[in-house]
């Protein structure tokens, strides 16, 4: 079954522990990216990448690291969280960019920082 | 900077009610790409359709339809005798030819009663 596979889906955290959330897919796509999505606010997008080593930032890219040291995997790094990213975290992947064909979005991680 | 504003946050109808969610975008590129996604109360994101800034045709699928005016810069969807199942959030997105960023509005959430 084609799918992105996000781990932790739930997780509690402490300010300042660093944490790695897991991200996987099975379709071998190119693009993968990370969103975060706040009440009132959307998706916005964190971190975006091509492909194998390609990364760039998004639009709140801050606080994050992210590495694409194989194709299926894309994992989302906070080296020092903080209250202010307590969220929803989604990760997605697609063949292409999103604007060539549909973005498949993982099930999401809801992080709590307290 | 491109934009994607949903004015309705929140629509509650009754089953078998017409409902329509409005879809505002701001861009300056001629070239562009508009979806929707629906947010189950699961959390999942599920991809609804993509439409290019070239074709205005209308497009319906099922109960589902979509109105996409460039002339008001909107993408609007309409879902027809709306049902339980409809109940979710809905969120329009906005993605150009030259970015890799999909800037999302920040969502409908739509409750349709029994």
């Known amino acids: 079954e084609a799918q992105v596979t996000q781990n932790p889906r739930y997780l509690i955290t402490v300010t300042g522990k660093k944490l790695t959330v897991t991200c996987s897919q099975n379709?071998?796509?190119?693009?993968m990216s990370w969103y975060r999505q706040d009440p009132g606010l959307g998706l916005r997008q964190i971190y975006y990448?091509?492909?194998?080593?390609?990364?760039d930032k998004g639009d709140v890219p801050e606080g994050y690291k992210v590495s694409r040291k194989e194709k299926r995997n894309f994992p989302l790094i906070l080296e020092s969280p903080s209250p202010n990213q307590t969220s929803l975290y989604f990760c997605?992947?697609?063949?292409?960019?999103?604007?060539?064909?549909?973005?498949?979005f993982g099930q999401g991680t809801r992080l709590t920082v307290v | 900077a491109q934009k994607v504003t949903q004015a309705q946050t929140e629509i509650s109808v009754v089953e078998k009610e017409d409902v329509t969610l409005d879809c505002v975008y701001e861009?300056?590129?001629?070239?562009?790409?508009l979806f929707w996604y629906k947010q189950p109360p699961s959390g999942e994101l599920v991809f609804l359709i993509r439409?290019?800034?070239?074709?205005?045709q209308n497009e319906i699928s099922g109960r589902y339809s979509w109105n996409f005016q460039k002339s008001t810069s909107s993408f609007n969807f309409t879902i027809t005798a709306s049902q339980v199942v409809d109940s979710a959030v809905y969120f329009c997105?906005?993605?150009?030819?030259?970015?890799?960023?999909?800037?999302f509005g920040a969502g409908t959430r739509l409750t349709v009663k029994p």
């Open positions: 379709m071998n796509h190119e693009y």
């Open positions: 861009t300056r590129d001629t070239t562009y790409y």
């Open positions: 990448s091509m492909n194998v080593e390609v990364t």
């Open positions: 997605a992947s697609s063949w292409g960019s999103p604007m060539n064909t549909e973005a498949f």
């Open positions: 997105a906005l993605s150009l030819y030259n970015n890799n960023d999909m800037r």
């Open positions: 439409r290019n800034s070239f074709d205005e």
